[in-house]
């Protein structure tokens, strides 16, 4: 079905380097082109060249803005009177609430009831209309799922649908650019729903067809390592990790086809070198990075991951955190001096 | 006296612009061309246009690397090998060390006792050699001359110095040309010694004429503003502010000369309003504000300095700061959310 010649997500193409391109027009002169950052510092410690793509940067502090506006582009009018309903209690959820208000669309984003005031007041902050739902005893997408049928909204989901990939796979496809004519080696993104990651990997397969893609998840979060291990999706308990971006206990349907096919492997680390990445960016590059945003980085400074000798892209997906948790992390004890 | 065809300090043509596009020459490749941040959040909150330069971003963490590096390649061979000495526990010490070691020169930095302890393993870290003063029974520039004269050293003045004034300019000569064809209504710059004011000032009056450049100190490290009102330098108290870049207790007489001719105005801005730019930087910006480089945009924000229908550049001074002292302040209680 075609809506005003825009792509719907029920087509066959799937996420092709052409959907992203025109999500890359769709978002041109609204969504920030990022800067790519480098340090002196950080190259002399893992002893190859990293560029550090500084999503934080973005509107609305993520990347999620990206899949959130590009995807709300191709609503009908009758779609955008009605509005639109998400499910998140984070950067989605913000993104979500942020386009709408540009678009002046009404938005609804379902939120847990135990949800950080910080961000809840972030989201409403841009004018959506909070619905809170009780996390022990509803499922988000159902509450979100009889909202959307009851007041005829659509859902914008937070990464299993086509165009929120090929929104946020223009993160890959302005890296290719601004990785120069060396190239990369490698480029390593956070994996959680794998919106981004499989957004990111069919942006630089395409334009870069030798660079490995490696995906990087918390060691307590890792549904898409233990589903690649499996060869099909699995379930994981409910993941306890500093990185609240990255809770998915599984992977998506459509992100986990990408990635099972593009990723060159998926890889884990620990929660202190996720605080450690995150104390490195403040003390040294003097970014604000959210825990998930650093999940890449840690596998690089870890050695998890070895930048030796390479040319490595690690894309740092966001900073929306609250002061209290960044303060704590960021002055305890093992903190790198300034 | 002429070293190797380099201007010294003791010359008589004063700072001017050709002087300051010398130290530019000196410093290509080697220190970093900022960027210039915008937000749509900042200027919707000052209802102008505001550029940030991202001094955060410099190497070292500060501006004053400029003035350091650029400084120190005017020493002639026999001076780089009996090496240099610096009187500074912050970012001064710090820039000293780093082009110290960038150079392959010894250097010994002259730092208080009582010093914060991340902020003298920085100097250190740098290979610096830190000799300590009693700050209670020591002035610091007595300990640095007697140092000098008994090792036959060259002493890299913190401010007030031609050729550092020359080098802290670069920061004015870098965002004239970033402000673009609509230039600039006005520049916010923070006043401690007031090498960088008086440096940024000259580039700025060199090159947009009508261009306002306003001094912006911490009202409890009125120094330079009384000094301008008694027409003559006056010695404060010793300043208790959390800006502890910005603690003279009298502006510099090289640079007071110059800020005197070429600042339009001295303003003052209240540790609440420094602390709230702070957060505003951590929440909004994403970036870490060390407390002097959140003084000029607290005057912004806080309305001491109009930036309505106004394009405004605010010079980011640095990102230098403990984290425990940086955890205190943006999780405080007044906190602007994510």
Known sequence: VLHNGAVTDH???????ARIRSAEERLAGIAHRTPVLTSATLDAEVDGTVLLKAEMFQRGGSFK?????????????AERDRGVVAYSSGNHGGAVALAARLMGIPAVVVVPATGSAAKLAAIAGYGAQLHTYDPATERREEVAAAIAAERN?????PFDDY???????????ELA?????????????PVGGGGLASGV???????????????VEPAAADDTRQSRLAGHRVTIPPPVTIADGLLAEQPGELTFAVTSRLLDDVVTVSEE???DAMRFCFA???IVAEPSAAVPLAALRSGVVSGSGRRTAVVLSGGNIDPATFAAIVSAPQAATA
Do not use: E, N
């Open 11 to 17: 087509d066959d193409q799937g996420l092709t380097l």
């Open 153 to 157: 909204l659509t859902i914008i989901r």
């Open 284 to 286: 040294r590059l003097k």
């Open 273 to 275: 070198a996720i605080a």
């Open 177 to 189: 650019g601004q990785a120069g004519p060396d190239g990369l080696d490698q480029v390593l993104v």
């Open 201 to 215: 990997a069919t942006a630089i397969k395409a334009l870069l067809p030798d660079t490995a893609v490696i995906g």
């Open 163 to 173: 165009d929120i990939m090929a929104g946020q796979g223009t993160v890959g496809v």
């Open 65 to 77: 803005f990206r899949g959130a506006y590009s995807r709300m582009t191709l609503l009908d009018l």
